[in-house]
């Protein structure tokens, strides 16, 4: 790909100064430019409307068997260890 890019006399003539030439000079900074620049960000991830969220949650809970509360004690889940 080949890009044009206008700079001033001036500019030409301190990047020359400094024994460089100008077109070379621009393909170093926009190099430079890339090497440096930050990766992309990933896409964003849509937004989610929590009454959907909660629904879909929620669906088939009805299946779920009950249990006794016996069920959710201290003793229930370290019944096995001390």
Not at 7 to 16: K, M, P, Y
Not at 46 to 66: F, N, R
Request: hydrophobic letters at 40%; zero cysteines.
């Amino acid at each position: 790909m080949r890009i044009t890019l206008d700079i001033s006399d001036e500019l030409a003539g301190r990047i020359q100064a400094h024994g460089l030439d100008p077109q070379s000079f621009a393909q170093n900074l926009i190099d430079d430019a890339a090497r440096n620049a930050p990766l992309p960000l990933p896409p964003a991830k849509p937004k989610v409307d929590m009454k959907t969220l909660l629904q879909e949650m929620a669906a088939d809970s009805e299946k779920i068997p009950q249990l006794p509360d016996e069920a959710f004690t201290r003793e229930s889940f370290y019944r096995d260890h001390d």
